[in-house]
């Protein structure tokens, strides 16, 4: 599946009420970081069927990003039933961002 770009008036139907573990990545178009992670989140949402992968850009979407207190992108959070169950700060390998999804 491929990793979806969301706003602030899709993320509840998108996140909140999926049936799928989500894991949301807060990020900005002009962030180093966010771009070096973005490859990776690639190559985990085709490999992984069973967990549904969105971002959001904190700029376009600053009350989303806001509501979940993100002050450092990338941010990722990972959703369970609707609930954040972990969250990272900043790029990750593959690797690690595997182990969060769990």
Known sequence: MAVEHINEKDF?????????????DFFATWCGPCKQLAPVLDKI????????????????????ASQFGVMSIP??????????VSQAV???SKAALEAMLV
């Open 45 to 64: 949402a085709e490999e992984r069927s069973d967990v549904r992968i969105v971002k959001v850009d904190v700029d376009e979407n600053q009350a989303l």
């Open 90 to 92: 900043g790029a990750r």
């Open 12 to 24: 509840e139907s998108v996140v909140l009420n999926s049936d799928k573990p989500v894991l949301v």
């Open 75 to 84: 941010t990722l959070i990972y959703f369970k039933g609707g609930k954040a």
